[in-house]
């Protein structure tokens, strides 16, 4: 019955929220999965499968790893964004295009996120529901898989390292599911396993080899929840930092889902995309929004979802979380989202935007219907040139037989 609930919340929420889930028609394509710091990448938006003649399309990535180089004439890079326009040559239906291409250069290593959305219009001015999509990639050199078993590889002593670092480069496990994946700025990780296992081998490579790593709580490990900890020294003592591993050990695994099945924001768009995989998110809202929205659906229908800081929301970044506690009422997961409010010179800033490039759009639509009535007027007089011409040759015809007749019977008197 709850199961039922959730899901007409959904449905009802989703159908006044400008969040748009819908079958997944566009893509975006890369020309390739890695690549090196300073490189570039081309990104190509392609739509399938649905009749479209015009759109707006908004880009976001992740600008501390990326930069924006150039696009299509119809493209622009305003407030971290791509803001790109597209309408169909004859202001008619197309059912596959491919929109693009756009370069990005690579500034720093690490998974690099990027997110579409738009808004979507047909022939009639019919709004198109697509959904959002996204791709990540990888910058710089991807870490090699480490067999526990394997000496750790030892770095040259030449390379230069910074002293004052406490951040991981590698972490894994000896088992599967540990969420979300391993990123050094992310400090908090959650896995369930079964009763059976009694100790976690972790392999943990420091960014500096010269930094200490110290491992406690993975070893003798207790039915319910435990904590390993990965505390890192830099290589000067300036610095300390604590990786922490929350583990439920248990015989229910069911009891131990902590995982979010639907997380979305009323009239605002979460970057990245929602995955339960994912536990740390980005969001922008206006000026005149002091509360927001929030939608957040366990996995599990039983399970407790609690969130905290969607109110009284200040002027920059506020800091929201979604608490989900599984049913065994010992596991948990935290969700995170930093949402920005923009201040009035902000929203002034984007209103304009929006509106520049809404008249963009607005003037190329009015321009395409305009050479269609234009278009139409011309097939329009041909068919009349064509009726009239018809009409000379019926009334030639009509006349010669007439003149015909009347000779003919001239000829009889």
């Known amino acids: 019955m709850k199961q039922k609930i959730s899901v007409i919340f959904i449905i009802l929420f989703l159908l006044f929220s400008t969040v748009a889930f819908a079958q997944e028609q566009m893509k975006l394509v890369t020309n390739q999965q890695n690549l090196q710091k300073d490189e570039e990448i081309s990104i190509k938006i392609q739509i399938t499968d649905v009749p479209i ?49 756009f370069l990005l250069k690579a500034k720093e290593e690490g998974i690099a996120n990027i997110v579409v959305s738009g808004e979507f219009y047909n022939e009639n001015g019919e709004s198109i529901p697509i959904s959002n999509n996204q791709i990540s990639f990888q910058i710089g050199k991807q870490e090699e898989a480490i067999s526990l078993n394997e000496e750790l590889p030892i770095q040259e002593e030449n390379n230069e390292t910074n002293p004052s670092s406490a951040n991981l480069k590698v972490l894994r496990l000896n088992q599967e599911g540990i969420s979300p994946q391993f990123q050094k700025e992310v400090k908090q990780y959650y896995m369930v396993v079964n009763d059976f296992v009694e100790s976690l081998e972790i392999t943990a490579l420091p960014e500096n080899q010269k930094a200490s790593v110290i491992i406690t709580g993975n070893k003798n490990l207790q039915l319910g929840k435990n904590t390993i900890t990965i505390h890192v020294v830099s290589e000067d003592g300036s610095k300390e930092e604590d990786y922490q591993i929350f583990v439920t050990k248990t015989q229910n695994i069911e009891a131990a889902n902590a995982n979010l099945e639907t997380l979305a924001i009323q009239e605002a768009m979460l970057y990245p995309a929602f995955t339960n995989n994912t536990l740390n998110y980005k969001a922008e809202i206006p000026f005149t929004s002091e509360t927001i929205n929030l939608l957040a659906i366990a996995q599990n229908p039983n399970a407790k979802v609690e969130i905290r800081g969607n109110n009284a929301m200040q002027v920059g970044d506020n800091i929201v979380q979604v608490v989900v506690t599984a049913t065994d009422g010992i596991t948990n997961k935290l969700y995170e989202i930093v949402v920005h409010r923009r201040n009035e010179e902000e929203q002034a800033q984007y209103e304009e935007e929006t509106k520049v490039e809404a008249e963009k759009l607005s003037t190329i639509l009015e321009e395409q219907e305009a050479n269609n009535k234009k278009e139409e007027i011309q097939e329009e007089q041909k068919k009349n040139v064509k009726w009239w011409i018809l009409g000379v040759i019926v009334a030639i015809a009509l006349i010669g037989g007439i003149l015909y007749i009347v000779k003919k019977r001239k000829n009889i008197d």
């Open 53 to 101: 003649a015009s759109c707006s399309l908004e880009i976001y990535f992740d600008t501390s790893l990326l930069e924006y180089v150039r696009g299509p004439e119809n493209a622009n890079f305003v407030n971290n964004r791509i803001l790109a326009v597209w309408v169909s040559d004859n202001g008619q239906n197309v059912t596959n295009l491919e929109i693009g291409e």
